[in-house]
């Protein structure tokens, strides 16, 4: 009797001590599938939030000009389009935490990157909602993030406001 209790007792030890170990290694096997060189962040990173603003007007439609203006949150953002010329009054459009996708750090090219929700963002919002790319950089002499395009080479530079 006191055999089969004391190999009992080293089966669920074993069993036990099994599960333990298999579940341990599933968990460091997930976190060494994360790319190292990226950062993901649940917040707006600090050195993004605040208002940042294009320095002069810039073409948008012929005879009207536009600025944009970024004001980054804790958990939102949102984007100002201020006109110059023509009838349009200046809109703003506010995106929400669950309409952020996510927002990650590049390490290598020490750049932030902002990306919309996929289908949690409205029909309405889908033509401002874009993936950005931003640095934080010094241009002129003053503190600035460089918004690169996905595709062409401009850089559009964002001051602090």
Excluded at 57 to 75: C, L, M, P, S
Aim: charged share 25%; hydrophobic share 30%.
């Amino acid at each position: 009797m006191q055999l089969k209790r004391f190999v009992m007792a080293v089966a669920v030890t074993l069993g036990v001590t099994g599960a333990v170990a298999a579940t341990a290694s599933t968990a460091d096997a997930a976190k060494s599938n994360v790319n190292p060189g990226f950062r993901q962040y649940k917040t707006m990173p600090k050195a993004l939030r605040g208002t940042w603003q294009e320095k002069s007007y810039g073409k948008y439609k012929k005879g009207i000009k536009v600025r944009w203006t970024y004001r980054f949150k804790k958990h939102s953002y949102s984007m100002k389009m201020d006109f110059k010329g023509g009838h349009k009054k200046s809109k703003t459009i506010n995106f929400s935490k669950k309409e952020i996708g996510g927002m990650y750090y590049d390490k290598k090219h020490k750049t932030y990157d902002v990306y919309p929700g996929g289908n949690k963002v409205p029909k309405s919002k889908l033509p401002y909602a874009a993936y950005m790319t931003l640095k934080p950089v010094r241009h002129s002499g003053k503190k600035a993030l460089a918004l690169y395009p996905i595709g062409g080479k401009k850089i559009t530079y964002l001051y602090w406001k």
